[in-house]
Nanobody
């Protein structure tokens, strides 16, 4: 049951950029949000997370310097700006949110999920 609404994604050539967006319903009380991805045959992995109270962020080593997670003033919209995309960034990307900040990129820490959106990077 997907509770978060995602948008964005698509296909791009290597080196290109994309933005993903995610809306968290106001009825959900959350303190952290994040982005995860899952490639075919692989486990879901954490990409970037943000603590909604002060904007503290954490990134997977594979995306540091290329991806940026942010939120809007309402703290109910999350964004993932991806640049210098590589073919191995190809995956289904999911946004997620939690009522607790864990400083942890583990998917099992997150309670609420979006429907997923495909990102395909061609070489």
């Amino acid at each position: 049951f997907q509770q978060l609404a995602q948008s964005g994604g698509g296909s791009v050539q290597a080196g290109g950029s994309l933005r993903l967006s995610c809306e968290i319903p106001f009825r959900l009380s959350t303190r952290s949000g994040g982005w995860f991805r899952q490639a075919p045959g692989k486990e879901r992995e954490g990409v970037a997370i943000i603590y909604s109270i002060d904007g503290l962020t954490m990134y997977a080593d594979s995306v540091k310097g290329r991806f940026s997670v942010s939120q809007d003033g309402s703290k109910k919209k999350l964004y993932l700006d991806m640049s210098s995309l590589k073919p191995n960034d190809t995956a289904t990307y999911y946004c997620a949110a939690s009522p607790v900040w864990y400083a942890d990129l583990s998917a099992e820490k997150y309670n609420y999920w979006g429907q997923g959106t495909q990102v395909t990077v061609s070489s």
